[in-house]
């Protein structure tokens, strides 16, 4: 389903370009949404978000809500107050877990926003509508609600007294906010400008416990990973922002969460749970990805060299220098006409295609490799396409030095001239999520580098500053070389702590023989004072006999 707007370029994560958002209640919306409620067996307070979602402020024609319940004991039917329009769906036997709920009810919208919300959420009345009206603005924003946690018992509140609050515009009194617990993300927003200055980490606070995506762009994505059974949003964030998607934090779309959540209860047990999982799916997650010399699901950088008229030792240079990188988790692939390179009847010295063969025979048995005749558009879920040609080898820190400039910069593209005589030979470092954005937005032959410019940025430089150099110069360093060089430095070390331990000792004797040196000056003071200077004082003292005194005694 298209959405009948048009994109606006935002530039990295800052929605604050974005002109015209409208206040609540003061504009006329025109999309539609799907809230897609997961639950499972939240008897209690599945019937109080039904309550709070019949009293949205947003237009009931364009509102629907898809109840999927994958509990052991299904409800037998919906709750009586609910909104006019609620289906209620039952997952396949045997598919279970919050990921396959979310899919199946998406999969089942009919609107152009899928609006995702946790079944013990009661949203305000205007919750739905402060999500929509960022979706009219731009067709590829998830935006996230604002939760408070509060303390909740069953039977404490009923359906109709919820939605009494809400068509009295009371939500806000059903607790006490000086009470409630924000919720994590919220310190990550105050530190970003709601998220504004967060630049490409901006989805790592993507929580599902209330968040809209453009159903296109979710269904681009992939949509959830069914095998996640926790986590799932946040990897789900991930591909969003690799599709291209801005992340926008909303305060007014204020809702209570009755209860702590799982993380808030069992933090460190959702962590060592996640961070495999995670590990493996999230490339950006550098500190889930400390073991070197192991491959991952998704990998950090996909390389491309192009075999096409080069020969095996050019490709084969380039190659092993990329595998070498000290950025474990890159994948290569090898373009070139493959087809051509088959086992029929030949010469093998005179083979014409024998420089294919050799680089196919190289190859093909090492899993992160892959050789394709066609250069797939994008690299997602992967976040960066290292474009080399052949005969050129990135230095092994290069990979890792390109990326964390290009982070610190938000550089969607980073092209690296390596040869300016006959025609330019360069290098080129894309970011997925920058080319994906520049797609979403780029009007028809628009050249798509300058649409990159706009919403990330773009920079040249020279390859040869970055440790990009032709084969023939190039050197890598091997773990035995590394390792030899390790036991050298720690030879070296031990030489130097017996070193200082020996000038510690020697300062230790110096400061013994100052004490002495010290002390015994004090009592040579003492021993002058006692005979000489006190003697001299005394006499000093004595009364003198004036002669002048003396003369007038006499005259006396």
């Known amino acids: 389903m298209t959405s009948p707007i048009r994109q606006p370029r935002i530039p990295a994560n800052d929605h604050g370009v974005l002109d015209g958002v409208p206040a609540p209640g003061e504009w006329t919306p025109c999309l539609s949404v799907s809230v897609v409620v997961p639950t499972s067996g939240a008897g209690e307070t599945l019937p109080l978000t039904l309550a709070a979602l019949a009293a949205q402020t947003y237009p009931r024609h364009l509102l629907e809500v898809i109840v999927v319940d994958d509990g052991e004991r299904p409800m037998a039917r919906l709750p ?3 909104p006019e329009r609620t289906r209620l769906l039952r997952p396949d036997d045997g598919r279970w877990g919050k990921p396959h709920a979310c899919n199946l009810g998406a999969a089942a919208a ?14 305000f009345p205007g919750h739905v509508e402060a999500h929509m009206r960022w979706h009219h603005l731009a067709g590829y924003l998830v935006v996230l ?3 408070r946690f509060v303390e909740w018992l069953p039977g404490e509140l009923t359906p109709n007294e919820v939605l009494v609050a809400a068509e009295a515009g009371a939500v806000a009194k059903l607790f006490h906010e000086e009470d409630s617990t924000p919720q994590w993300t919220e310190k990550r927003w105050n530190r970003t400008c709601d998220l504004r200055t967060a630049g490409v980490d901006a989805f790592s606070v993507h929580v599902g416990a209330s968040a809209s995506v453009p159903a296109e762009l979710f269904r681009s994505a992939g949509g959830m990973d069914e095998s996640l059974p926790l986590g799932e949003d946040t990897e789900l964030g991930y591909r969003l922002a690799q599709a291209g998607a801005v992340f926008v934090p909303d305060r007014a779309a204020r809702a209570w969460h009755l209860g702590d959540s799982a993380v808030m209860r069992r933090e460190q047990e959702v962590k060592r749970h996640n961070w495999p999982y995670l590990g493996e799916r999230v490339p950006t997650f550098r500190w889930l990805r400390a073991t070197p010399g192991r491959g991952y699901r998704v990998p950090y950088v996909e390389a491309v060299v192009d ?7 050019e490709v084969k240079a380039t190659v092993d220098g990329l595998l070498a990188s000290w950025t474990p988790d890159v994948s290569v692939r090898i373009t070139g006409p493959w087809s051509r390179v088959a086992d029929a009847c030949r010469t093998p010295l005179d083979d014409p295609d024998l420089d294919l063969r050799l680089i196919k025979a190289g190859y093909e048995g090492d899993a992160r490799v892959t050789l394709t005749e066609e250069l797939p558009e994008s690299c997602f879920p992967t976040p960066f396409r290292f474009h080399c ?3 050129w080898v990135p230095g092994q820190d290069a990979l890792g030095r390109l990326i964390a400039f290009a982070d610190r910069n938000t550089l969607g593209v980073l092209s690296l001239a390596l040869d300016e005589r006959d025609e330019v030979v360069h290098a080129r470092l894309e970011r997925t999520a920058a080319l994906s954005r520049a797609r979403l937005v780029a009007a028809p032959e628009e050249d798509l580098d300058d649409v990159v410019h706009e919403v990330f940025g773009t920079l040249w430089d020279v390859g040869e500053k970055w440790g990009i150099v032709r084969t023939e110069s190039a050197t890598t360093v091997s773990p035995q070389r590394l390792q030899a060089e390790l036991e050298k430095c720690r030879a070296r070390s031990l030489v130097l702590q017996d070193r200082v331990n020996r000038w510690r000792r020697q300062a230790t004797r110096g400061q013994a023989t100052r004490r002495r040196w010290r002390n015994a000056s004090r009592r040579v003071t003492r021993i002058l004072m006692r005979r000489v200077a006190r003697p ?3 006499r000093v003292a004595r009364p003198v006999a004036l002669p002048w005194a003396a003369a007038q005694r006499g005259r006396a």
């Open 389 to 391: 040609p052949a005969g």
């Open 307 to 313: 075999a096409r008229d080069a020969s095996f030792e």
């Open 145 to 147: 609600g604002h939760l």
């Open 80 to 82: 009586e107050i609910r």
């Open 536 to 538: 001299v004082m005394r």
């Open 110 to 123: 009919e609107g152009h926003v899928v609006h995702w919300m946790d079944d013990d959420v009661v949203p």
